[in-house]
């Protein structure tokens, strides 16, 4: 298949650019002169460029205010200011209304093809990233399934392989580990993400209310029983129900729940009817379930459909390498649920989350950020390990090192230039970032990139102009 080319609108009332342009670039280009801004503005509709050379000086209406009546419009294409008048002013001015680039008269037609090719690759990376957004989007309970560490990745190409099965999932880990988040993602890939999703914490509902709970009542099944009751099972229809601290659940419902997983009906409390159900389950239990089948309290038989997939969570003391990424989830979070304005915290500070066994995992983890942002003090953390009881430092944890400082000139003198000062500061920045999130992937050169935000192509140049490399 042959490669589309781009559209390139020229709008310049010297018809020797467009001339110049087509013979002396290949075939990749599709260029379209208008002589005027008013006729380049009515082109914009008709020929729906994907770029706009657009000259400055033409007599009529200038390039700058063809820019301005260009930005009333929605979804414009992007500007490249071309000038003989290559003056601060004119160059200040078309960034400012938003130009992607200025080219000087007279200019080379390959330094043209460099500035155009430049701003086609951002378009094209908006595009991903747009594309991204709108999958994240339709993902939308999966966004909050932090972490990037070697075992979470394995967990959640579990969860993408089964999401969009029927099949029962159970969820192992200890507690705060992340069950329910881990459930939320299960339904929100499958093609049940439409439907419901309920809840019901097995081990918080009292024994004897807890049948009512799952499967509802008819009126009069029991004193106060005054009218028909729904339960979580027809709530969920269509959807997913959650059963959490699933090991907690009374011997007795066990076996109607099995009921449930088998043939997808059973009958309220005090009824006499079959209630069919269209109900997926997903259980999550921090108990070993296997030790409590030989002492009577979990049904062998119900254990083994349950567990069609297991899902297991490791604690957040096997991966603290996830830690920056939580930390920074939550004060997000909660810099917004609360109005606050609370930076990242300092490396220290960080070193010390790294350090700790985080016996309560993501859910201690969380706490303790949610009190620094309300707070608005990372120094409370030393009193908040404290309450926890002591810990000894782990061996073998990832350290950050401390940003660099400025760069000082190279010369003996000391430079004021703001843009010399300017550069070298944005460069130590730009190479510490790059080494801790190369060194935080364990040099995954493709999930770095993805990180950082830059194309493959870009991180590659940067490793190779910062002369950085895996010993470093």
Same mark, same amino acid.
Request: net charge negative; aromatic share 6%; with cysteine.
């Given at each position: 298949?042959?490669?589309?080319?781009?559209?390139?609108?020229?709008?310049?009332?010297?018809?020797?650019?467009?001339?110049?342009?087509?013979?002396?670039?290949?075939?990749?280009?599709?260029?379209?002169?208008?002589?005027?801004?008013?006729?380049?503005?009515?082109?914009?509709?008709?020929?729906?460029?994907?770029?706009?050379?657009?000259?400055?000086?033409?007599?009529?209406?200038?390039?700058?205010?063809?820019?301005?009546?260009?930005?009333?419009?929605?979804?414009?294409?992007?500007?490249?200011?071309?000038?003989?008048?290559?003056?601060?002013?004119?160059?200040?001015?078309?960034?400012?209304?938003?130009?992607?680039?200025?080219?000087?008269?007279?200019?080379?037609?390959?330094?043209? !093809?460099?500035?155009?090719? $430049?701003? =086609?690759?951002?378009?094209?990376?908006?595009?991903?990233?747009? @594309? #991204?957004?709108?999958? &994240?989007?339709?993902?939308?309970?999966?966004?909050?399934?932090?972490?990037?560490?070697?075992?979470?990745?394995?967990?959640?190409?579990?969860?993408?392989?089964?999401?969009?099965?029927?099949?029962?999932?159970?969820?192992?880990?200890?507690?705060?580990?992340?069950?329910?988040?881990?459930?939320?993602?299960?339904?929100?890939?499958?093609?049940?993400?439409?439907?419901?999703?309920?809840?019901?914490?097995?081990?918080?509902?009292?024994?004897?209310?807890?049948?009512?709970?799952?499967?509802?009542?008819?009126?009069?099944?029991?004193?106060?029983?005054?009218?028909?009751?729904?339960?979580?099972? !027809?709530?969920?229809?269509? $959807?997913? =129900?959650?059963?959490?601290?699933?090991?907690?659940?009374?011997? @007795? #419902?066990?076996?109607? &729940?099995?009921?449930?997983?088998?043939?997808?009906?059973?009958?309220?409390?005090?009824?006499?009817?079959?209630?069919?159900?269209?109900?997926?389950?997903?259980?999550?239990?921090?108990?070993?379930?296997?030790?409590?089948?030989?002492?009577?309290?979990?049904?062998?038989?119900?254990?083994?459909?349950?567990?069609?997939?297991?899902?297991?969570?490791?604690?957040?003391?096997?991966?603290?390498?996830?830690?920056?990424?939580?930390?920074?989830?939550?004060?997000?979070?909660?810099?917004?649920?609360?109005?606050?304005?609370?930076?990242?915290?300092?490396?220290?500070?960080?070193?010390?989350?790294?350090?700790?066994?985080?016996? $309560?995992? =993501?859910?201690?983890?969380?706490?303790?950020?949610?009190?620094?942002?309300?707070?608005?003090?990372?120094?409370?953390?030393?009193?908040?390990?404290?309450?926890?009881?002591?810990?000894?430092?782990?061996?073998?944890?990832?350290?950050?090192?401390?940003?660099?400082?400025?760069?000082?000139?190279?010369?003996?003198?000391?430079?004021?230039?703001?843009?010399?000062?300017?550069?070298?500061?944005?460069?130590?920045?730009?190479?510490?970032?790059?080494?801790?999130?190369?060194?935080?992937?364990?040099?995954?050169?493709?999930?770095?990139?993805?990180?950082?935000?830059?194309?493959?192509?870009?991180?590659?140049?940067?490793?190779?102009?910062?002369?950085?490399?895996?010993?470093?």
């Amino acid at each position: 298949m042959a490669k589309e080319k781009t559209k390139v609108l020229i709008i310049d009332d010297d018809p020797k650019v467009s001339w110049i342009l087509s013979e002396g670039l290949d075939s990749s280009f599709d260029f379209v002169p208008a002589r005027d801004g008013v006729e380049g503005i009515q082109m914009v509709s008709t020929e729906k460029p994907d770029l706009i050379l657009l000259d400055i000086k033409m007599p009529g209406m200038s390039g700058l205010e063809v820019l301005e009546k260009l930005n009333k419009q929605e979804n414009r294409p992007e500007v490249i200011m071309i000038s003989g008048h290559g003056d601060t002013k004119y160059v200040v001015e078309s960034m400012r209304l938003g130009a992607a680039e200025f080219i000087d008269k007279p200019f080379d037609v390959r330094e043209v !093809e460099i500035h155009m090719n $430049g701003v =086609i690759e951002r378009l094209r990376l908006k595009k991903e990233v747009t @594309e #991204l957004k709108k999958e &994240l989007q339709v993902r939308s309970g999966y966004t909050h399934f932090v972490g990037d560490s070697e075992a979470m990745l394995r967990v959640k190409g579990i969860i993408e392989q089964v999401a969009d099965s029927e099949l029962s999932v159970l969820i192992r880990g200890e507690s705060g580990t992340g069950k329910e988040i881990a459930a939320r993602s299960l339904h929100a890939l499958s093609g049940r993400k439409d439907g419901p999703f309920v809840k019901v914490n097995c081990a918080a509902i009292p024994r004897d209310l807890l049948e009512a709970e799952l499967f509802g009542y008819e009126k009069g099944a029991f004193t106060g029983a005054h009218k028909n009751k729904q339960g979580r099972f !027809e709530l969920a229809n269509k $959807g997913t =129900i959650f059963l959490d601290e699933i090991g907690d659940m009374p011997m @007795e #419902l066990q076996s109607k &729940l099995l009921q449930v997983l088998e043939q997808q009906e059973f009958v309220r409390i005090g009824g006499i009817q079959n209630i069919h159900v269209d109900v997926r389950i997903i259980c999550a239990t921090n108990k070993n379930l296997e030790q409590a089948i030989p002492a009577q309290a979990f049904r062998d038989d119900l254990f083994y459909r349950l567990n069609e997939i297991t899902v297991f969570l490791p604690p957040l003391r096997e991966r603290p390498e996830d830690i920056p990424l939580l930390v920074s989830h939550f004060i997000e979070k909660y810099n917004q649920l609360y109005q606050k304005e609370q930076p990242p915290v300092s490396v220290e500070i960080m070193n010390q989350l790294l350090a700790f066994d985080w016996p $309560g995992n =993501i859910r201690q983890l969380e706490n303790m950020v949610k009190q620094v942002v309300v707070r608005g003090d990372e120094s409370i953390i030393g009193e908040l390990f404290a309450s926890a009881g002591s810990q000894m430092p782990r061996q073998g944890v990832p350290r950050l090192q401390p940003r660099p400082p400025i760069i000082p000139a190279e010369s003996g003198e000391q430079s004021y230039s703001l843009k010399d000062r300017v550069s070298r500061t944005v460069a130590a920045e730009e190479k510490w970032l790059i080494s801790e999130v190369l060194t935080k992937t364990n040099w995954n050169r493709r999930r770095a990139a993805e990180l950082l935000q830059i194309s493959y192509r870009s991180l590659l140049y940067k490793i190779k102009d910062y002369n950085l490399n895996a010993t470093k």
